[in-house]
């Protein structure tokens, strides 16, 4: 039986991801809470895991333990800023604390500055469908990076910002709820300005800082590649959903298929790119979806999903997403953000682990220059408007005991972090069933 260990390079960053509102509880200022309590969500975020009331703790020492040397959290700007013209001094002095606690246990802090979450006031003044939101982010973003730099360079701007738009402006199922595919273009346009604006204030206060955002990036293949409709639908979807910021760090130009809007600020302001990947998307022409440009995306009959069919386990697509970055933007360092799976009884986890992990591998063989891995995430935690229903965390979550439980995953990915590379051992020990697959011969 073959045997071999994918190592990795000195220094790589292995850790998992968490936001601000998934994990902290009683978050009751922001345009989450209020869609919570409006019904439009399965379930109340609550307590969460109760990092607020101080459970962190426990969760970094899990985390460090299992060899975890880096860790990716939000900030939620509603408690940072609970009113216009007011900080919050304590609640940034808890964020110094997590960020401390994370420097203590050996591990590099990397901190976003908005997951999704909005202060209720700023929706009352529009959100983010107007320009005045640039300059109260930048405002946001200066105040809390003073207070954070003592612990932090490693910045992410804005996680998303397509997903915030996608779901919130079309699909609806977030906040605001809307219909309206010209709105979510100026949605985008404006995140892209706040970002570049807090690129610049960011390198001001702390020249030494590495500043990205995270861009959800979904491949795309079509279903009959022979056919050309399918080809065309592939391309508008991809370009829809991936291209928007994209475009405009390359160019200064953000281009979608609902229109372009010049943006010569945001061009170049990217210190690193933050991939999230989950999966990759079948995408074939459909006369019935007018709504969605024509075209369907989907996962192939027997494909390996997940329990809410939510994710699908396509190694070979986060290879492919790698490769779409290097190509476009040669020589930037990559950060993978978020990746991971729901999968309450970690029945498909252990292989989605060590296969994505193995294609990270075969970029890193490359040269590509792929610095770090955040798997999403270190404990179940409250999934947006899909609730509880869906579990994501290496530690299982009792939301009404608070009661952490280990799923194997997490020491599969204990062993991976410590050896710093991927074993035939370990996948021969928790996912044989893909072991033939991964080592062949
Ligand atoms: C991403 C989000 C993250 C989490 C995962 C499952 O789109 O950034 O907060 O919900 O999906």
Redesign the pocket.
């Known amino acids: 039986m073959p045997q071999a260990t994918f190592h990795f390079p000195r220094g790589f960053l292995w850790g998992c991801a968490t936001?601000a509102h998934?994990v902290e509880g009683n978050n009751t200022n922001n345009n989450w809470w209020k869609w919570e309590q409006d019904g439009r969500t399965n379930g109340k975020a609550g307590l969460a895991c109760d990092w607020w009331g101080g459970r962190w703790k426990e969760d970094f020492d899990r985390a460090a333990e299992a060899g975890q040397n880096a860790h990716r959290l939000s900030v939620e700007w509603s408690r940072i800023q609970p009113a216009p013209d007011r900080w919050d001094e304590d609640a940034l002095e808890r964020y110094r604390a997590m960020l401390r606690g994370l420097k203590e246990r050996g591990m590099t802090p990397m901190v976003t500055l908005h997951?999704?979450t909005d202060p209720l006031w700023l929706g009352e003044m529009g959100g983010w469908e107007t320009e005045a939101v640039v300059p109260l982010f930048e405002k946001f973003v200066r105040k809390t990076v003073e207070a954070l730099k003592e612990y932090c360079t490693l910045w992410c701007t804005v996680?998303?910002p397509n997903?915030y738009t996608l779901i919130g402006y079309v699909d609806g199922a977030f906040p605001p709820g809307k219909h309206d595919l010209r709105l979510s273009l100026i949605v985008q346009a404006n995140m892209a300005r706040a970002h570049a604006a807090a690129y610049r204030a960011i390198h001001a206060i702390q020249p030494e800082a590495r500043v990205g955002y995270?861009l959800?990036f979904r491949p795309m293949v079509p279903a009959r590649p022979w056919f050309p409709l399918d080809r065309l639908e592939r391309n508008l979807h991809f370009n829809a959903i991936n291209m928007a910021f994209p475009s405009a760090i390359l160019s200064g130009v953000m281009r979608s298929p609902v229109g372009r809007v010049r943006l010569p600020e945001v061009k170049g302001t990217q210190d690193y790119f933050g991939l999230?990947y989950?999966a990759q998307d079948t995408v074939t022409f459909d006369l019935s979806k007018a709504g969605e440009l024509f075209g369907r995306r989907y996962y192939p009959e027997g494909s390996d999903v997940s329990d809410t069919r939510m994710v699908a386990n396509i190694p070979e697509g986060f290879f492919e997403a790698l490769k779409w970055i290097v190509r476009n933007y040669p020589n930037l360092p990559v950060i993978v953000t978020?990746n991971?799976i729901?999968d309450v009884s970690d029945r498909i986890r252990p292989r989605y682990l060590a296969q994505h992990v193995h294609q990270m591998w075969r970029a890193v063989n490359f040269n590509w220059p792929v610095k770090g891995y955040f798997h999403?995430?270190l404990v179940d935690n409250f999934?947006?408007e899909r609730g509880w229903t869906q579990r994501?965390g290496l530690w299982a979550l009792d939301v009404e005991t608070q009661k952490r439980t280990k799923r194997p995953s997490a020491d599969l990915y204990a062993e991976i972090c410590k050896e710093n590379g991927l074993s035939s051992e370990m996948v021969k020990k928790y996912c044989p069933e893909v072991f033939e697959k991964m080592f062949p011969g």
């Open positions: 936001a998934q997951h999704f996680n998303e997903i995270a959800h999230n989950y978020e991971g729901e999403w995430s999934e947006w994501f």
